[in-house]
């Protein structure tokens, strides 16, 4: 049972434009949720995060939102660069687990978004 | 500045041969993690370890053993390798509790014919 989803495969944006990727989950245990940005042959890579005590986190052209009610987050980039193409992984950890997390990630099944100039 | 290293990089094995994945990093992290890549599935926790000479299993085990004898590094073992196990391979590290964001290795790309 796929905890962490992704629904949109892929997403193709226009330079200059904002990118909206989105993810669900359905653990309720969960309470801090990040995301990823993955190159070809190369590791995902951490760009931003958020804490379920919190709705919503910027850093630069991304935010992430928290909708905790719907179990939804999504990632916004505004605006988008050909540079940001690239997939995308969703994850969410159970930090508040007793301790007991140990920092374990479940991921989603990532989103490749390609920006076009 | 190397961060999470992984040796091989890529590797073919034929069915029923056994191979040792090497996960190294210098950032003195406690918590280290191997996980796989497939498509469509995201990336999956195979095993992972909270501290030198631990190690726990995470979500897709079987096939797999682990071992932690020095801190910086994290051994992931396929002891007769199987298709099912072709994958991309990540290990990651992170800090010990209040852990938030892990660092990954460059992955390991396996293919088992």
């Known amino acids: 049972d796929q905890q962490v989803k992704q629904n949109s495969p892929s997403l193709s944006v226009q330079e200059g434009r904002i990118s909206i990727l989105n993810c669900d989950y359905t653990n309720s245990m969960f309470d801090y949720f990040l995301w990823y940005k993955k190159y070809p042959a190369e590791g995902p890579t951490f760009l931003i995060s958020?804490?379920?005590?919190?709705d919503k986190n910027e850093d630069g052209r991304f935010t992430v939102f928290l909708n905790k009610s719907a179990k939804h987050l999504s990632l916004h980039i505004v605006p988008s660069q050909p540079g940001d193409s690239a997939v995308y992984f969703c994850a969410a950890s159970a930090r508040s687990a007793g301790g007991t997390s140990y920092g374990k990630l479940t991921f989603g099944q990532g989103t490749i978004l390609t920006v076009h100039p | 500045n190397a961060g999470v290293t992984q040796t091989p990089k890529f590797r073919v094995l034929k069915t029923g041969q056994s191979m040792t994945l090497l996960c190294a990093q210098d950032?003195?992290?406690?918590?280290m993690y191997w996980y796989r890549q497939d498509p469509g599935m995201g990336l999956r926790l195979i095993h992972y370890s909270v501290g030198e000479g631990t190690t726990a299993k995470g979500e897709v085990p079987d096939g797999y053993n682990v071992s932690r004898l020095k801190k910086q590094n994290f051994l992931l073992g396929l002891e007769s390798a199987a298709p099912s196990q072709t994958s991309v391979y990540f290990c990651?590290?992170?800090?010990?509790?209040?852990?938030?964001?892990?660092?990954f290795g460059q992955g390991t790309r396996l293919t088992v014919v």
């Open positions: 958020i804490s379920s005590i919190k």
């Open positions: 950032m003195n992290h406690e918590y």
């Open positions: 990651a590290s992170s800090y010990s509790v209040g852990a938030t964001e892990a660092f």
